[in-house]
């Protein structure tokens, strides 16, 4: 079955290949010397913090079961992740806008850091602890980065519409071209030099060093809310208010939660999903082959950005419904083919077919993750922009922590099929943010009235 691997990755390889090399001017926009130099910046900082990131996806499931612990104690520890990103990743991200967008980056390399130093013990509530110091930095990683770079394009006076070439090229080096090379990386410290499954995460503590000597030395500090007069208490309240006054902002949330929530879950199934019978398969070759289908779906992403003809609203309604399908493919394939029985061996037929399927998944979320951050930079407002994004996080960690939790009670194929309805109702909230915005666009003086309900509710939160 090594050749069944060679194969899918190398397809893939040469997709991406010419879909780059394809590129015409179409599906480029023209920028200045300044933003080059600018979004070069980011997407370096951006890459080395998800390579920090992805250096570790192959081999926690894996190493916590050379550790000796089931499926259940791995749950366990994975809700600890998430249950510590929603109670403290949020109130820790939303001190970004009070206190400084750079210092929280700074501190999700710190906190990362000291969560991979945990990997070397074999002791449960050492592991445990750095779950929860995992799920602060996992927060951080996806509100403070992007609230950095969009308070910091502003204030430099670039295009609003070359925000979508930060976001794509991001995405294509860091959840693309990166994590590929980080799962080989991964894979040949692990398996092929024999130094084990915690190698790893050392070698992700040294990238996010090397970025975090970055982020001190060529970043500017922005906050959100320029008055410092603001609390923690009132943020959370202000943000709230502001979720709830505008039904864009509320479906983006709900989508997110929904697609996120999804995406956490395959990622803690994709392993025990492609080998249930202790199949030996090369984790890190495989997890460079979704990483590659990641990098091929943020390409795609980058083209359709770029037509000002083709909406974000538009497309995304297509991008869930795909990936709702995709995640039914473990349920289908083992209503067609009986599960095998026996131990040991290589991969089955089952589980080529949702090899395909999850490559097709992680191209779905190659697109969702630069477009997703377009129509955040759209409509959340910016002042309090890290405070909403981690208010987004509650629903989706409280989401996973059930999925989770509930692991054992359900086979693997049916809580894929949960979350394949999840993506289906995205796929509907989605059409009918299209509609919303929409109708808002072709009534720019109710869009103005909507905004200013939205400071005066804000104004109202602060007073209370």
């Known amino acids: 079955m090594e050749?069944?691997?060679?194969?899918?990755?190398?397809?893939?390889a040469a997709?991406?290949?010419?879909?780059?090399?394809?590129?015409?001017?179409?599906?480029?926009?023209?920028?200045?010397?300044?933003?080059?130099?600018?979004?070069?910046?980011?997407?370096?900082?951006?890459?080395l913090m998800m390579a920090g990131d992805w250096m570790q996806g192959p081999y926690v499931y894996y190493l916590y079961s050379q550790y000796?612990?089931?499926?259940?104690?791995?749950?366990?520890?994975?809700?600890?992740?998430?249950?510590?990103?929603?109670?403290?990743?949020?109130?820790?991200?939303?001190?970004?806008?009070?206190?400084?967008?750079?210092?929280?980056?700074?501190t999700y390399c710190i906190t990362y850091i000291l969560s991979c130093i945990t990997k070397h013990s074999p002791q449960y509530k050492v592991l445990l602890l750095g779950r929860i110091l995992g799920g602060i930095a996992t927060s951080l990683l996806f509100s403070a980065f992007e609230s950095w770079l969009v308070a910091e394009h502003n204030k430099r006076g670039f295009d609003p519409q070359w925000l979508s070439v930060t976001f794509s090229k991001a995405i294509f080096l860091g959840n693309g071209l990166i994590a590929i090379v980080s799962g080989l990386f991964a894979n040949l410290l692990a398996d092929n030099l024999g130094f084990g499954p915690v190698a790893p995460f050392d070698?992700?503590?040294?990238?996010?060093?090397?970025?975090?000597?970055?982020?001190?030395?060529?970043?500017?500090?922005?906050?959100?809310?320029?008055?410092?007069?603001?609390?923690?208490?009132?943020?959370?309240?202000?943000?709230?208010?502001?979720?709830a006054a505008d039904e864009i902002i509320a479906l983006l949330g709900a989508i997110q939660s929904l697609f996120e929530g999804?995406?956490?879950?395959?990622?803690?199934?994709?392993?025990?999903?492609?080998?249930?019978?202790?199949?030996?398969?090369?984790?890190?070759?495989?997890?460079?082959t979704l990483m590659l289908s990641s990098m091929l779906g943020s390409s795609i992403a980058s083209r359709l950005m770029a037509r000002s003809t083709l909406r974000v609203e538009f497309y995304m309604q297509i991008v869930f419904a795909v990936s709702a399908f995709t995640l039914l493919l473990p349920l289908i394939s083992n209503f067609f083919v009986a599960p095998s029985t026996v131990?040991?061996?290589?991969?089955?037929?089952?589980?080529?077919?949702?090899?395909?399927?999850?490559?097709?998944?992680?191209?779905?979320?190659?697109?969702?993750?630069?477009?997703?951050?377009?129509?955040?930079?759209?409509?959340?407002?910016?002042?309090?922009?890290?405070?909403?994004?981690?208010?987004?996080?509650?629903?989706?960690?409280?989401?996973?922590?059930?999925?989770?939790?509930?692991?054992?009670?359900?086979?693997?194929?049916?809580?894929?099929?949960?979350?394949?309805?999840?993506?289906?109702?995205?796929?509907?909230?989605?059409?009918?943010?299209?509609?919303?915005?929409?109708?808002?666009?072709?009534?720019?003086?109710?869009?103005?009235?909507l905004k200013e309900k939205d400071s005066e509710s804000d104004m109202l939160s602060i007073q209370i």
């Open 3 to 12: 050749v069944f691997y060679y194969v899918v990755f190398g397809g893939l």
């Open 15 to 47: 997709v991406a290949a010419v879909m780059e090399l394809s590129k015409t001017s179409k599906d480029r926009i023209a920028t200045s010397s300044a933003f080059n130099a600018f979004k070069n910046n980011y997407c370096l900082v951006y890459s």
């Open 68 to 106: 000796g612990f089931d499926k259940g104690d791995i749950g366990q520890l994975f809700i600890a992740g998430f249950g510590s990103s929603m109670l403290f990743g949020t109130i820790v991200g939303s001190l970004a806008d009070k206190r400084g967008r750079k210092r929280a980056c700074i």
């Open 203 to 243: 070698a992700a503590a040294c990238l996010l060093g090397i970025g975090m000597a970055i982020i001190l030395s060529s970043w500017g500090e922005n906050y959100g809310d320029p008055s410092n007069s603001k609390d923690l208490i009132t943020q959370f309240k202000g943000a709230a208010v502001a979720i």
């Open 262 to 288: 999804s995406m956490y879950t395959f990622v803690f199934l994709w392993t025990p999903a492609l080998s249930p019978n202790d199949q030996d398969i090369p984790h890190g070759f495989i997890f460079a």
């Open 343 to 449: 131990k040991g061996g290589s991969i089955s037929f089952s589980g080529c077919v949702q090899l395909l399927g999850f490559c097709v998944f992680e191209a779905c979320i190659g697109i969702f993750w630069p477009s997703m951050m377009k129509m955040r930079s759209q409509y959340i407002p910016e002042e309090s922009r890290s405070t909403i994004m981690n208010f987004f996080r509650i629903p989706l960690n409280i989401f996973v922590c059930i999925i989770l939790y509930n692991v054992n009670a359900f086979p693997i194929s049916i809580m894929f099929g949960m979350c394949s309805i999840f993506l289906f109702m995205a796929s509907v909230l989605q059409r009918r943010l299209m509609v919303v915005a929409e109708t808002h666009k072709s009534k720019p003086h109710d869009w103005t009235t």
